[in-house]
């Protein structure tokens, strides 16, 4: 058949006249092998062999030889096109046998016979030669063309279709997936002839006359379902759709197709600006064109897809405007351009194949006129598939009404789409598309429905009986009988137990059972087990210690190394919201963390969170259960379903946390893709629409305290152009491996959706996901059957009869007669027999979950009730479990089984129950789930099968889509590898791993199953299940004469099988439960032998004839009994029973026995947790998830992501495989918008880019990845860390040389509240210093102070970082530095309205000052909210001075002393902000900084006031700041004196006190006397401190007043404490400048100057009083401070550590200069070397050092005696004291020879002389007569290590004579 041409012998001669090019030239030339004809169906099918002379040997002949066949990968034939399908519901017949395996390779890709005209076509376009466009690839000249190429010449010839073959690549399962990449539109305009699509359209042009007038409305046929068993589709395209009369409801009409062009083309802004010429969309001749293309090339039973459309309109688009796009993108080379006429990228789009070229639209437009004749070449192709009614049909009503002629006459039988179209002159073209394909009107007619009418309508059929029917006819077995009646036949019959079954039914209870009738309805509770008294119930097995399972284990409570991360990774985000300037999350204020945890309304993922929860140990850590708290029931409180009732308790939260705002509430909305409806959209019965009603109301929205967690796997409804989470709170789940590398070191790795896919691309073993041929063509031929029927219910009901036919055929009750194998599919049969069999393998009776998905909550019901009914007749109810998952209801266990699992999980409550999927671990079951969608529900990892076959296929949407998928998703242990590399522990299929190829017996019944995935193309690996080859399990062997004796695993795990008789045929054979082969480090030479033991050599020589393959030494074992046992051509003796007995006992004894040596599991449950579930989808899906996109990334995820959103444009890019999770957020965020009643649909705001709520997050992961117990964690560490920084690290250390405790006076009363002066002035001074952070300074001499032996360590510089300290909370009095955040705080930080951000003011303050002889010029940094703190010169506004109250002056709200303090590095974490230390108060409060850090110390304290350092000051300490804050304020003091009197007030009324505040300081305590248990200490403001102090009486007779440091030691005990000292103050000074006016700290000094400053204070007869009712607390800041100078090198580029030695050095000498201040290498060089320098010092305390004027460290072990030469000074008493040396520093005029003359030395005494320069050093020793008593050397004299230009220190040593 063809163009009619005859003679051809060869396929080179064939090829040659259709232009087909062969890649090679074949070595011999091949016969051409069959003969084509055209069956019923109007489908080429391949028909007798020709036979050629000579040939017939290698001929195949036969139908089953040929099926069983097994190609090779390289040699997969050519399918036809019925074999692309994605919906094969076609009849049996439909099917094509695929042909041998030896048809040459020589067809490829792309080239199948397509003539080009690339260049221009030789004849204008016209009615002849319609060749101007059209598909083409080829771009060589043209070829010859066919004769008859018009259509007038060849009106009798038929389309050739018989090149329409498609040579498949080398997996397994390419031929499904080649539905939307590969599929051929080659022979659209082979021949062009006048299909029977033409001779309808010129039957029709007769009678255009007779049609009615356009505008008419057109009428629907009567009864025009019941004569075309289907409901045509009327896509609406182009133009106005004529209204629709009459029988409507039998016709649908949609508008999808017209959305599509509409879209299509409305072009997006930013292409409207493009190039010279506006870019133009599709023409819509363009669109009908690519139309027709696109239903060509639709396999028979594949429904067309409006994505696929969609993209193929943009591939066209973009390919006639490239030049144009071009532009803005990169250049193509030129080669490409030739070859696909400038298409952007030669990858395959979806539903068009690479070799169909579009017509190139930018050289030649296409014309209304010539559209019909294209579109009718392309039509011609495919036959009568699709037909076009174009010529002369004057309008759409017209075509519709010669559509709806033809469909009554049956003249449509065989076409599946008619596309109208109008070309009427003078106006717009019109087009639309009526679908008449069954199974196409059937497929779109479902996804017109939405979920919950889809499940309405199911349940209508199945109560208003519509639906018995079909289970009638599905019921009876044809000759093999009727359904129930076998089933009632064994309940009657049957006295003996079954082999699988422990329990034995009593005649009582058979006859209970015969006599209920088939439709009778059971509940779970008659289902459950019944255990008889003579055999042992599997609990009491798996109760008895020796019946114990080893390999058992439970370990999914664990939190896993990933789970941590993530939840780190949610603590990140929640600090950075914190962290941010917006103010929105203020952690710091929160004392405690709250949580609710929303689910959707499904009472076992409810139970299931409850139990996460409860095992976390959350609730402890966060305080919301005691200690002793047991009951589970407890965290109950904490989750919340989302149905009606979740309203009041998130009512209840939010006035909650209304009322405690220091309460953190986290607000878990787990499975959150679930319910976004907006409430608007939603009814009030309808859970539907809660989340957005309480989720995004305003109160939520608007508590501070409140914060969002939505979670879930499918975050694409979450991530539009509208949604409210930003990206930046978008935390994705991480990737475990990368590149291989495992970053968390997990025990477990992932296997998703992802793994699935990859696994029907692996090739080398049996695909995880795959789809049962059988049941498809079984589903398919009762569809046409039933048109009336949903095919939900049709699938449902062919898959539970044949899990029911199975179960019969499994439990060896019904005899082998029945050919009951027939009636079920291999893969159902492989479900129940490893269900049944995995439990008998383990002595503790462990097994495998089977799961059934079957959304309609009815047939689920139904399903129930049907499987437990015949569970029951076949006696094996305690063999395995029936559950009813319903999301409404709760789980329902039999007891017996409850018993089991709790003596597995050794549980000793008897209340018991199991309540969640996960804790039904091991047992054996079949779960039938139920709800429209998974509700979040996790599954055990004993899942081994997930049955998806009737899931809906309607709903094409990612979401949809991967929530099914998801439920497979499992977590593997991490050692084995993947299955598609099946190592030593993986269960590759417990019954046989060849899985009985294609022998299905369905030759029988016209079946093929030659394009199923399990007719593997490969041999599969051996899978090694457990140890050495043991014997062959009983069940192995079913027949009806093969009894089973009970096996003890134990005592005789040798299987007694018996010897067949001869004549015997196998009834249909049962797989072995599983294969044990050698261990994997056997080689194959090795097992040759074992398969030789098992099979004699006849045998394996029978099975290579059979089999068409040649076999491997592996092979006869690999197929071992299941190929046997199939021969059933060949009646003869099985002798493998007794050799498999024989080998059997030479292995060991217990190798059946788990605690037998064997490296392998007995117990299948172990086995299987390292392998994923195996997934049976539906073809139809399986066929769109497998093909890929051009992008390389499976089908389903360029589809529309969620039903409530929809695409922004056509105009989209497809999603890329190279995307991370973030990318494709932003793709979804800026391609899709949500509908109207989208949640999300309402968050648009004008003016605004976004609308993003602050608090919220999304956490997305793949399912049941962990996301329940990282959340968890989370929650836990979150709460830890408010927990955390509400504590701080306190320096707790006790005071040092406490024994030196006066003598035991009472000075003042405990109770006295402020110091007496004259009381003040009678207690002696202590000159020890008691600070623990002076612990390695030298003891200041105090006669009546005994040291302790030891003396103090000597401590390393960095110690201070690790000094003791304790965490305390934080009070609501306390400092904080610039990380606290809280409302209170805005306007202080400078959040106020009135003021402009940062806006604040620079100006200068210049003074003179005595000591330095030189004007200093400081700045001030005044913002202009606290410009009333300071006076402005009229005129000019110069800065004139602070101004300063009066000492009369008090105001409860405020503080008269301005705080000053000096910090440096500690921009961040200086504790600066006093808002809350203060109570409210208003304060003075100035920032003493170096003038190289303003800059950064003004952008993070924009509100507060700076005092600038002069630049000579960048690198000098703590002495310098102190000495020009005094100096300052002295100076200020004295101009508002100067101000007050020109004002005519008091001068002496002036406040003269400041406060010096070290950036540490962080709380402050008081103690309480009046405490029951003795002094307390309780934290206070440090307003209550401060005004405490001012308030004192006598202040202004102090000279520095301070307060204790805090230590958690102090009053432990001892007797009461003087609330009054006199003695060094550190840290925190309230300081008189009037008095201490004379008494300056020493600008130069880094180290001690405040114990110099006090000391010299002291000896000028200033009262020094330190308040001891007071306490401050300090931070440790490991950060920045005074303290934290580097003594580096001048080299800098030299890094060397440098000794305390190379500090000094000799004059004049070359040394390593150093980068540090002279000033501080003097006092580290004295601190640390004082011991060479002064050594008759050192631990010698009687004999100090005599330092005059000024006190220097020395080092910890050497003490100084503090002197002032000063007249009139305070001194110790020095009489009989004798020095060990005498230190000089700097000594001024008023020391002097008779000054030094009253001090007494021993001899050998050290004398040190320090000066800025040599020669006043020398003038020095002149003056001061040194030379009589002391001795000097010239090496003697040493200076710092300083280059000149720094101006280094000299000191001269000398000894006393």
């Known amino acids: 058949m063809g163009c009619g041409e005859k003679g051809f012998r060869y396929f080179t001669e064939f090829s040659n006249h259709i232009n087909l090019k062969l890649s090679t030239q074949p070595k011999k030339q091949k016969h051409l092998k069959h003969h084509l004809y055209r069956n019923t169906q109007g489908v080429l099918v391949k028909g007798a062999p020709i036979c050629w002379r000579g040939n017939d040997g290698r001929m195949r002949q036969g139908g089953s030889s040929q099926s069983e066949s097994h190609l090779t990968s390289d040699e997969q034939p050519p399918n036809l096109p019925s074999s692309h399908s994605s919906h094969p519901l076609a009849t049996a017949g439909s099917h094509v046998e695929p042909q041998a395996a030896d048809v040459p390779h020589t067809l490829t890709n792309g080239n199948h016979a397509v003539p080009s005209t690339a260049h221009p076509p030789p004849h204008p376009p016209g009615p002849g030669r319609p060749s101007a466009a059209g598909p083409h690839a080829n771009a060589g000249p043209p070829k010859k063309r066919h004769k008859g190429w018009s259509p007038e010449s060849s009106a009798n010839s038929l389309p050739e279709n018989a090149v329409k073959t498609l040579p498949s690549s080398s997996s397994s399962s390419s031929s499904s997936s080649a539905s939307s990449s590969t599929l051929p539109v080659n022979s659209v305009i082979i021949n062009g002839a006048k299909s029977g699509a033409a001779a309808l359209q010129s039957s029709s042009q007769g009678s255009v006359s007779s049609h009615p007038l356009p505008e008419l409305p057109i009428t629907v046929p009567d009864q025009l379902l019941q004569t075309c068993r289907l409901q045509p589709v009327i ?117 068009l194949p690479l070799h169909l070229s579009l017509p190139p639209q930018s050289q030649q437009p296409l014309t209304p006129s010539q559209l019909p004749w294209l579109a009718q070449l392309a039509a011609s192709s495919c036959g009568e598939s699709v037909v ?38 003078g106006r717009e073209t019109q087009s639309c598309v009526v679908v008449t394909g069954k199974h196409q009107c059937r497929a779109l007619a479902e996804s017109m429905f939405s979920p919950s009418e889809r499940l309405k309508e199911i349940s209508h059929q199945l109560s208003t009986g519509i639906a018995q029917d079909l289970i009638h006819f599905c019921n009876s077995l044809g000759h093999d009988g009727d359904l129930d009646s076998l089933l009632d036949s064994v309940t009657v019959d049957s006295n003996e137990p079954s082999p699988l079954s422990s329990s034995q039914e009593s005649a009582e209870e058979k006859s209970l059972h015969s006599t209920q009738s088939p439709k009778d309805t059971q509940s779970p509770k008659d289902s459950q087990a019944r255990s008889s008294k003579d055999s042992l119930s599997p609990k009491d097995q798996a109760s008895s210690p020796k019946d114990s399972c080893l390999e058992y284990f439970v370990e999914w409570r664990e939190v896993r190394p990933i789970q941590l991360a993530v939840a780190r990774k949610l603590l990140s985000h929640v600090c950075a919201i914190a962290d941010s300037s917006t103010q929105n999350l203020d952690l710091g204020s929160f ?139 978008e935390i994705h789940w991480p990737s475990s491996y990368s590149n291989d590398v495992d970053l968390y070191h997990e025990k477990t790795r992932y296997f998703g959706v992802s793994e699935l896919l990859d696994s029907t691309c692996s090739g080398n073993s049996l695909p995880l996901m795959r789809y049962d041929s059988s049941f498809e063509s079984m589903a398919s031929t009762l ?69 059934l998905r079957i959304p309609s909550s009815a047939l689920a019901a139904w399903a ?36 089991q699992i709790k003596s597995w999980l050794k549980i ?136 089973k004796g009970t096996v003890d695993t134990h005592s005789q795990p040798q299987t007694q099988i018996q010897p067949q008789p001869s004549s015997q045929t196998f009834a249909y054979p049962q797989p072995a439960p599983h294969h044990q082969t050698q261990p994997p480090g056997q080689s194959y030479s090795q097992v040759q032998p074992l398969s030789q033991q098992l099979l004699p050599q006849s045998q394996i020589q029978l099975l290579s004839q059979t089999n068409a393959q040649p076999y491997t030494p592996l092979a006869p074992q690999q197929h071992s009994l299941s190929q046997m046992q199939i021969l059933q051509l060949h009646p003869q003796p099985l002798p493998p029973a007794r050799s498999s007995r024989q080998h059997s006992k030479s292995t060991s004894s217990g190798s059946l026995s788990p605690r037998s040596s064997s490296p392998h599991l007995s117990c299948s449950w172990a086995r299987g947790v390292s392998r994923p579930p195996s997934v049976l989808l539906p073809r139809a899906l399986y066929d769109i998830i497998t093909a890929s996109d051009s992008s390389g990334l499976p089908r389903c995820t360029s589809f529309l992501p969620h039903m409530s959103v929809a695409w922004a444009s056509s105009f989209r890019p497809l999603l890329s495989k190279m995307m991370t999770c973030t990318e494709q957020s932003l793709y979804y965020r800026q391609w899709t918008v949500p509908r109207s009643y989208h949640m999300d649909s309402s968050n648009r705001t004008e003016g605004r880019s976004d609308n993003f709520h602050p608090r919220r997050l999304l956490l997305s992961g793949p399912p049941q990845v962990g996301k329940t117990g990282a959340y968890l964690h989370f929650l836990g560490i979150l709460s830890r860390m408010l927990i955390r920084l509400m504590e701080v690290d306190i320096h707790d250390e006790e005071d040092l040389n406490n024994s030196v405790q006066v003598e035991g006076i009472q000075y003042h009363t405990p109770n006295t509240l402020w110091p007496n002066p004259d009381i003040m002035r009678t207690m002696p001074f202590d000159y020890t210093i008691h600070d623990p952070k002076y612990d390695d300074i030298s003891s200041v001499y105090c006669p009546r102070f005994k040291p302790s032996a030891e003396g103090n360590p000597v401590r390393q510089e960095d110690v201070f970082l690790r000094r003791r300290t304790s965490r305390i909370k934080l009070s609501k009095y306390a400092a904080y530095n610039t990380y606290h955040h809280c409302e209170q705080c805005h306007q202080y930080l400078g959040f106020n309205p009135r003021y402009q951000m940062y806006e604040s003011t620079l100006h200068a303050f210049t003074f003179t000052h005595v000591s330095l002889g030189e004007e200093i010029q400081l700045y001030f940094i005044i913002p202009k909210s606290k410009e009333h703190y300071f006076s402005f010169s009229q005129p000019g506004g110069q800065l004139e001075g602070m101004r300063l109250p009066l000492t009369s002056d008090w105001s409860p709200d405020s503080i008269k002393s301005p705080i000053f303090t000096p910090t440096t590095g500690r921009h961040e974490h200086g504790l600066f902000n006093l808002y809350h230390a203060m109570d409210g108060a208003s304060h003075l409060h100035i920032l003493v900084v170096k003038e ?183 931070k440790q800041i490991a950060i920045g401070g005074y303290r934290t100078f580097i003594i580096k090198t001048k080299m800098t580029d030299v890094p060397t550590s440098v000794g305390p030695s190379q500090y000094i050095c000799a004059p004049d000498s070359k040394h390593l200069f150093l980068a540090t201040p002279a000033q501080l290498l003097l006092e580290k060089y004295l601190q640390h070397t004082s011991q060479k320098l002064f050594p008759l010092s050192t631990k010698n305390y009687t004999h100090p050092v005599l330092s005059v004027d000024c006190y220097l460290n020395l080092g910890p072990e050497v003490t100084v005696c503090f002197v002032s030469s000063r007249p009139h000074s305070f001194n110790i008493s020095t009489t009989g004291l004798l020095f060990s040396g005498l230190l000089l520093c700097f000594p001024d005029t008023f020391v002097t020879p ?64």
């Open 908 to 1043: 000793q409550d008897t209340d018991w129950v199991p309540r969640t999927y996960l804790e039904l671990e091991a047992l054996p079951c079949i779960l039938i789930l139920s709800g429209s969608d998974p509700l979040g529900e996790s599954l055990p990892r004993s899942l081994k099968y997930c049955d998806l076959r009737v899931i809906n296929c309607c709903y094409l949407q990612r979401t949809t889509l991967e929530q099914e998928l998801g439920l497979a998703a499992y977590l593997v242990k991490a050692e084995s590898r993947l299955p598609h590399n099946p190592g030593p522990g993986s269960d590759q299929l417990e019954s046989d791993p060849e899985k009985l190829s294609s022998t299905d017996n369905e030759e029988e019944e016209g079946r093929d199953n030659g394009d199923s995935p399990l007719s593997s193309s490969q041999p599969l690996q051996p899978c090694p299940d457990s140890g050495a080859p043991d014997s062959l399990p009983a069940p192995s062997v079913s027949s009806p004469n093969v009894h």
């Open 235 to 351: 896509f609406k395209g182009h133009g106005p759709l004529p209204q629709l009369t009459g029988n409507v409801s039998e016709v649908l009409i949609s508008s999808l197709l017209q959305s599509c062009y509409l879209s299509s083309q409305t072009l997006p802004r930013v292409y409207q600006h493009y190039g010279p010429s506006p870019i133009q969309p599709l023409s819509t001749e363009m669109q009908i064109l690519l139309t027709v293309y696109y239903l060509v090339q639709l396999g028979p039973d594949q429904v067309p897809l409006i994505e696929d459309l969609e993209q193929i309109f943009m591939r066209s688009w973009r390919e006639s405007h490239l030049s144009e796009i071009r532009q803005y993108q990169q250049p193509q080379t030129p080669g490409a351009q030739g070859r696909h006429y400038g298409i952007e990228t030669p990858a395959t789009f979806p539903g």
């Open 864 to 899: 129930h009730r049907r499987l437990c009914r015949v569970r029951r007749q076949l006696g094996l109810e305690e063999s395995f479990e029936i559950i009813l998952g319903n999301p409404n209801q709760a789980l329902n266990i039999g007891q017996t089984f409850t018993d």
């Open 591 to 729: 004392d405690r963390v709250s949580f609710l945890i929303l689910v959707p309304p499904s009472e076992v993922t409810f139970q299931q969170t409850v139990l996460h929860l409860w095992s976390s140990g959350v609730l402890r850590e966060l305080g919301s259960l005691d200690q002793e708290c047991e009951s589970q029931r407890e965290a109950e409180r904490f989750v919340v379903k989302m149905d009606q009732s979740a309203q009041g308790r998130i009512d209840n939260l939010i006035r909650e946390a209304h009322s405690n705002s220091y309460t953190l509430y986290i607000l878990v909305h787990d499975h959150a893709h679930w319910d976004i409806s907006s409430a608007s959209y939603t009814s009030s019965e309808s859970s539907l629409g809660l989340v957005d009603q309480l989720l995004n109301s305003r109160q939520v929205r608007d508590a501070a305290n409140i914060l969002i967690l939505h979670v879930t796997s499918f975050p694409f409804a979450l991530q539009t152009q509208c949604t409210r989470i930003s990206p930046y709170n």
């Open 1492 to 1674: 190289y850090e303003m800059a950064v110390y003004k952008k993070y304290w924009p509100n507060h006031i700076m005092l600038v350092l002069p630049t000579v000051f960048n690198g000098a300490g703590i002495g310098a700041a102190h000495f020009l804050i005094k100096e300052l304020s002295y100076h200020n003091l004295e101009l508002e004196r100067s101000r007050r009197l020109e004002g005519g007030g008091p001068a002496g009324d002036v406040w003269p006190f400041i406060i010096l505040a070290d950036d540490s300081c962080v709380m402050w305590n008081a103690v309480d006397l009046d405490a029951r248990n003795g002094p307390v200490e309780h934290a206070v403001s440090l307003k209550q401190v401060l005004q405490h102090m001012e308030a004192c009486p006598d202040l202004a007779h102090y000279g520095v007043c301070g307060i204790r440091k805090w230590s958690s030691r102090r009053g432990t005990g001892n007797k009461q404490r003087e609330p009054f000292s006199r003695g060094h103050v550190h840290d925190f000074l309230l300081l008189n400048v009037d008095r201490s006016q004379n008494v300056q700290y020493d600008q130069n000094r880094f180290t001690c100057h405040d114990v110099d400053f006090i000391l010299r204070l002291h000896s000028a007869g200033l009262l020094v009083c330190r308040f001891n009712t007071f306490s401050v607390m300090k």
């Open 388 to 425: 076009l009614l174009a010529e002369g049909v004057g309008s759409l009503a017209q075509g519709l009404q010669q559509t709806f002629i033809r469909l009554m006459e049956r003249r449509l039988e065989n076409t599946n789409y008619v596309v109208i179209i109008v070309t009427t002159p």
């Open 783 to 851: 569809e046409e059957r039933f048109p009336k029927l949903h095919s939900i219910v049709i699938r449902t009901t062919v898959l539970i009869q044949h899990y029911c036919v199975a179960l019969m055929a499994a439990s060896s009750r019904i005899s082998s007669c029945h050919n009951l194998h027939k009636h079920t599919s291999v893969e159902t049969l492989e479900i129940v027999q490893s269900l049944l069999t995995a439990a008998q393998q383990c002595p503790a009776h462990h097994g495998h979950m089977v799961l």
């Open 1794 to 1857: 008779g000054f030094l003359k009253k001090f007494a030395f021993l001899k050998g005494a050290t004398l040190c002389v320090i000066s800025a320069d040599r020669s006043s050093l020398r003038q020095t020793v002149g003056r001061l007569e040194l030379e009589e008593e002391w001795r000097f050397r010239l090496s003697d004299e040493f200076q710092t290590a300083n280059a000149k230009e720094d101006r280094p220190l000299f000191f001269l040593t000398g000894k006393h004579i």
